[in-house]
């Protein structure tokens, strides 16, 4: 199937702080700034600000308001919290927050990337795992007092108090006292 792009229709901002839109539909939408790139162009260049709308699906439009501005926009529909475009599902407004590029908490939960919650994560202990071995990005593993994950799963077979990072070949793994793993899984 094609994706349908949405545009919204006669929008007004909800908050002057923040991107956040609704249209005359009741739909609320996102907006993300971006300059046009000046490398396909040619002849004078347009140095004007341009958008993306992204609509925000799976919230109660209705319900939707602006929970926080500092220090990001957080908005809120009751039943979960939206950072940017993205849904947490089940998300406490008032203790949302950013951890890094990728991991997000709230007093309860700990997300990774797009609104994805880490099953069983402890918020309070929680931190990300990074390397300086290793040049390029670092992959997402992470811990609580109790277990290790790699992006929004449980490294089930992990040694919590053994697991570190290695360098391998250029690529980051994770490594405990008994096995060597590639993403979640042990390594064949």
Request: charged share 25%; proline share 5%.
């Amino acid at each position: 199937g094609r994706s349908i792009v949405e545009f919204p229709l006669f929008v007004r901002q909800i908050n002057p702080n923040c991107n956040y839109f609704k249209d005359f539909l009741g739909r609320v939408f996102y907006r993300d700034a971006y300059y046009p790139s000046s490398l396909l162009v040619l002849g004078p260049q347009d140095k004007r600000e341009q958008y993306y709308w992204h609509r925000v699906k799976g919230i109660k439009s209705n319900k939707f308001v602006i929970a926080k501005t500092k220090p990001n926009c957080i908005g809120s529909d009751g039943d979960s919290v939206i950072y940017n475009n993205y849904v947490f599902k089940g998300g406490d407004a008032s203790s949302f927050q950013k951890i890094d590029y990728s991991y997000f908490k709230d007093k309860d939960h700990v997300y990774y990337s797009q609104g994805k919650l880490i099953p069983g994560a402890d918020p309070q202990t929680f931190e990300i795992l990074i390397t300086d071995e290793c040049t390029n990005s670092q992959p997402p593993y992470s811990r609580d007092a109790r277990y290790t994950y790699y992006a929004n799963q449980l490294v089930a077979e992990a040694d919590r108090e053994t697991f570190k990072l290695i360098c391998d070949q250029g690529t980051v793994k994770g490594k405990d006292k008994s096995h060597t793993f590639l993403g979640y899984e042990i390594e064949k």
